[in-house]
T-cell receptor, first 114, second 112 residues
Framework: QKEVEQNSGPLSVPEGAIASLNCTYS??????FFWYRQYSGKSPELIMS????GDKEDGRFTAQLNKASQYVSLLIRDSQPSDSATYLC??????????????FGKGTKLSVKP | DTEVTQTPKHLVMGMTNKKSLKCEQH?????MYWYKQKAKKPPELMFV???????INESVPSRFSPECPNSSLLNLHLHALQPEDSALYLC???????????FGPGTRLLVL
C-alpha cells in the first residue's frame, strides 16, 4: 500500500515567518512530487513540482526533495495571511500501471496570523 | 494558459436522476482525470484517460460512467447516485501520464 504522510496541523505561524511543511512517502521508486494549495471550498492549485534531489525555488516557495530519506518539504518564506490554506503533498509513479496515479497526503492546514 | 473548465459549478440531483459533468481543456494535454473529494479529505482518483483511452479505473461503482469523446473533453455520466456520493468532483489534465496535473474548479454535487 503506497502511502503519503503529512502532519495534519493546524500549523500556525506569524505573518512574515517561514512556514515549513513536511511530507514522507512509502514507495521508494516514486519519481514525481507535487505541492498543491487548496483554499476552503476551492480546487487544488499547483504550487511546485520537483523531480530531482535538492532544492527548487520559485518566489517565496522552496521545495526540497531527499529521495534517500523519502522526504519532501515545502518552505514558505515571508508568510502572508493569504497563504492560509491546506497544503497537499502528492507523489506520482513514473512507470507502468502507476503512471497518472497521484497519491495524496491528507494535507496540512496552515494558518498565518497577522 | 493552464485552464481546465468544468460545468456545472453546482448540481443537485435526486437518486433516480441522470446527469452529466463536463470537463474541457485546450492545452493540448493528452491525459485527463476524474477525482472525488469529500470534505476535509484529499482527492481520490476515480478514472484516468490517456490519449482518449481509459487507463485507470479505481474500482468505481458503475453508477459513475466516464466518457472521453475527444482529446479536449471529458464527461462523467451519473445515474442512480446515493447520498454518500455527494462530494466535490474534480477534473484534471496533464501533458501526459506522470506529468504535472492541473485541476479544474470542480463541480459540487449534492445527491438528495
Amino acid at each position: 500500500q503506497k502511502e503519503v504522510e503529512q502532519n495534519s496541523g493546524p500549523l500556525s505561524v506569524p505573518e512574515g515567518a517561514i512556514a515549513s511543511l513536511n511530507c514522507t512517502y512509502s514507495d521508494r521508486v516514486s519519481q514525481s512530487f507535487f505541492w498543491y494549495r487548496q483554499y476552503s471550498g476551492k480546487s487544488p492549485e499547483l504550487i511546485m513540482s520537483i523531480y530531482s534531489n535538492g532544492d527548487k525555488e520559485d518566489g517565496r516557495f522552496t521545495a526540497q526533495l531527499n529521495k534517500a530519506s523519502q522526504y519532501v518539504s515545502l518552505l514558505i518564506r515571508d508568510s502572508q495571511p493569504s497563504d492560509s490554506a491546506t497544503y497537499l503533498c502528492a507523489v506520482g509513479g513514473n512507470y507502468g500501471g502507476s503512471q497518472g496515479n497521484l497519491i495524496f497526503g491528507k494535507g496540512t492546514k496552515l494558518s498565518v496570523k497577522p | 494558459d493552464t485552464e481546465v473548465t468544468q460545468t456545472p459549478k453546482h448540481l443537485v440531483m435526486g437518486m433516480t436522476n441522470k446527469k452529466s459533468l463536463k470537463c474541457e481543456q485546450h492545452m493540448g494535454h493528452r491525459a485527463m482525470y476524474w477525482y472525488k473529494q469529500k470534505a476535509k479529505k484529499p482527492p481520490e482518483l476515480m478514472f484516468v484517460y490517456s490519449y482518449e483511452k481509459l487507463s485507470i479505473n479505481e474500482s468505481v461503482p458503475s453508477r459513475f460512467s466516464p466518457e472521453c469523446p475527444n482529446s479536449s473533453l471529458l464527461n462523467l455520466h451519473l445515474h442512480a447516485l446515493q447520498p454518500e456520493d455527494s462530494a466535490l468532483y474534480l477534473c484534471a489534465s496533464s501533458l501526459s501520464l506522470s506529468e504535472t496535473q492541473y485541476f479544474g474548479p470542480g463541480t459540487r454535487l449534492l445527491v438528495l
